[in-house]
């Protein structure tokens, strides 16, 4: 069973302490495409407990839409918390977490980020078992966000025998 007409994820959503940086983050070293902001959102009632699970208190500020590539498109939030804010997670941590972006040419992808002044984490890992032909690595946002970067232009070692393989950005239509 799914949830009825499920047809998979719409965005991602985030939250950011500067939406200038994030933007040109975002624009500039990621090729994001700015779309549509959206106001202030307060309330003197409970809607944002209830709806959002924050402080009722709490504000947002702007929220910033963008699209990149194929469809995967960012909700970028900038709150006033009313009770303080943690910082972001580690992997390790519960609700951790990192955005992966399929590239053609990960040295080249690497060697971009580097030049932009990105800070990137390590050097390219080669994956094992399974996912053998794929090659990734870490990088992180101005605001301590953890991306990676992934490629694997021959495919992966369980796609040679699978009847259904995991959706790809370069083969959207698959």
């Known amino acids: ?36 902001t ?37 909700e970028v939030f900038l709150y006033e918390p009313a009770d303080g804010q943690l910082p972001e997670p580690r992997n390790s941590d519960i609700g951790g977490h990192h955005l992966a972006f399929y590239v053609d040419d990960l040295d080249v992808a690497v060697a ?19 996912a053998k032909g794929q090659r990734w690595i870490y990088f992180r946002s101005p605001w301590g966000m953890q991306f990676e970067l992934v490629s694997f232009p021959d495919g992966k070692a369980y796609e040679s025998g699978a009847e259904r393989v995991l959706w790809h950005p370069a083969h959207p239509q698959n």
């Open 1 to 36: 069973m799914a949830i009825p007409g499920i047809r998979g994820t719409d965005h991602i959503g985030f939250t950011v302490p500067d939406l200038d940086e994030a933007h040109r983050f975002l624009v500039d070293i990621l090729g994001c495409e700015p779309i549509y």
């Open 38 to 74: 959206l106001g202030a959102k307060r309330s003197d009632d409970d809607w944002m407990q209830t709806h959002i699970g924050v402080h009722p208190r709490t504000v947002i500020s702007e929220i910033r839409f963008y699209r990149l590539g194929h469809g995967t498109n960012f």
């Open 112 to 130: 971009y980020l580097r030049e932009q002044g990105v800070e990137v984490m390590g050097e390219p890992t080669a994956s094992a078992q399974s």
